[in-house]
């Protein structure tokens, strides 16, 4: 029997709970045709079945239910097949593209750590990572275009399908939209004899050479994080989006005192996510618009407010949001309101048999 798509809302007190952004648009909030509002799907990690046949239906399914919402275009938080697949050209190349093409609007893709740090392992094919990138650069990021057939053009970081292309970004009714290459699996940073061995035959050669790969793209993406902030900041901007794949919070608890006394430790040297969210602080806190991050990887959707101050409050202004992921192909619908105090309003889209 064919998957149906049905919506539904969350409790009014988890929507209270998000503070300045809702987790569903509000009573008085424009329509989507309204000049200034925007409706976008955040989506990622999906279809990781290993039955073709299951696979080709979620996929069939959720690119219906997609082009079935008008949607302005979506934003793909990385992770385009499962962790434990190969990672071949048609896998990680013409079988994605072929997805974003069957899409009646443009996608903003950030990658994610399947279809090219976890390549090496084993069961993936035994593939070198950095040359992965390289293959991913030059097959969805070698035009300053989005995804899709009816692609809209985009900023990027470096040349064209060369180096740090896939950083992008792009504007649209006073909101900045950028995507980032910060995929899970630390960042493509090998800290431990562990993360260099674990399902793979890799050698400390290997290792290292990932790591150098780190080394050069994570400042790459802090100038392209700041870069993004201060284009906002000079335009005004209501609000600014930020794509990434890899759930830096995970595997910590937040709560009771979770975000001081266990997350804030970890951002060392040895975590690959540090200098990309200390940024991400600093510059949510220099900027008087909304700050929305959202990721992949952990495969639970969750809209919260996890950037704590000092006090223990939230930070204002920035909320998360972690897409669908795994063997759930359900997605979020975003409205995009620049007039509407929290700019960013949420409802999941859950797909069901």
């Known amino acids: 029997m064919p998957r149906l798509s049905r919506s539904f809302t969350l409790s009014a007190a988890l929507t209270a709970a998000l503070l300045s952004t809702a987790l569903v648009a509000p009573a008085h909030a424009q329509s989507a045709s309204d000049a200034g509002v925007l409706k976008v799907a955040l989506w990622g990690d999906e279809f990781y079945s290993k039955d073709p046949e299951e696979k080709a239906n979620w996929i069939d399914q959720t690119v219906a239910s997609m082009n079935d919402h008008d949607l302005d275009f979506t934003i793909f938080a990385g992770d385009t097949k499962s962790g434990s697949s190969e990672c071949t050209d048609q896998a990680i190349g013409a079988d994605v593209q072929a997805i974003f093409n069957r899409l009646d609007m443009p996608t903003l893709y950030a990658l994610g750590d399947n279809e090219w740090v976890d390549c090496h392992r084993t069961n993936n094919g035994s593939y070198d990572p950095v040359e992965r990138l390289s293959y991913l650069r030059k097959t969805f990021f070698d035009a300053a275009k989005s995804q899709g057939s009816n692609p809209i053009d985009v900023e990027r970081q470096g040349a064209p399908g060369e180096a740090y292309s896939e950083n992008s970004r792009f504007e649209r009714n006073n909101v900045m939209f950028v995507a980032l290459n910060v995929p899970g699996s630390n960042n493509n940073l090998v800290a431990t004899d562990k993360q260099c061995t674990k399902k793979s035959d890799r050698t400390q050669a290997d290792c290292d050479a990932a790591t150098t790969e780190y080394e050069a793209r994570n400042p790459k993406n802090v100038e392209w994080l700041k870069e993004s902030f201060a284009k906002a900041r000079e335009n005004n901007d209501a609000g600014i989006l930020i794509d990434i794949q890899a759930d830096i919070f995970f595997p910590f608890e937040l709560s009771d005192g979770g975000y001081e006394d266990d997350f804030l430790p970890t951002l060392d ?13 600093e510059e949510t806190h220099n900027f008087d618009g909304q700050v929305l991050l959202v990721h992949g990887d952990s495969h639970y959707f969750k809209v919260d407010k996890p ?36 700019v960013f309003s949420f409802q999941p889209v859950v797909l069901k048999q």
């Open 307 to 342: 950037m704590l101050q000092p006090d223990g409050r939230s930070t204002a202004n920035f909320t998360r949001v972690e897409v669908f992921g795994s063997s759930d192909n359900s997605w979020v619908e975003m409205t995009v309101d620049p007039k509407s105090d929290g």
């Open 269 to 281: 040297d040895k975590n690959g996510f540090t200098d990309f969210y200390k940024t991400l602080v």
